[in-house]
Structure formats: C-alpha cells, structure tokens
C-alpha cells in the first residue's frame, strides 16, 4: 500500500477513520472503569449510526440507535 493509496483512504473515509479512534479510546476507558468512557461510547455510535445511513445499512443505523439508548440508561 503506497502512501497516496493510504491519504485517498483517510481522504475519503474521515467519518469512519474518527469512528474507529471513538470506539478504541471507549474501550481503553471502559477497561479503566473510568465514566468517560460512556460519553465516547455514544459518540462512536452516533457516527457509526451517520456512516451506516449513508450506505442505507438501516437495520444496523437502528442497532446504534439502541446502542445510545442503552449507554444513556
């Protein structure tokens, strides 16, 4: 993989790229019982729910949507 195939990727893929570092920064303050961790766990779901819309992947937009519910009760 050239480093131009890697910026077109990055280029093209920011929302999802920024999902993925939402999703392990939850993970890393979920393992440390911080609370913090909650916040970015309805983050990453939240732009997981925007990605998903876009490719018209409805059930799993809803699936996030039950996630962010679940992580505000």
Do not use: R
Not at 9 to 17: A, G, S, T
Not at 47 to 58: P, S
């Amino acid at each position: 993989m050239s480093f131009t195939t890697l910026m077109d990727y990055l280029q093209h893929n920011w929302l999802e790229v920024i999902g993925i570092f939402t999703s392990l920064l939850c993970i890393w303050l979920n393992t440390l019982q911080n609370t913090w961790g909650w916040f970015w766990s309805i983050v990453s779901s939240g732009i997981y729910a925007v990605i998903y819309w876009q490719y018209q992947l409805y059930s799993d937009m809803e699936l996030q949507g039950i996630f962010i519910i679940l992580s505000l009760y």
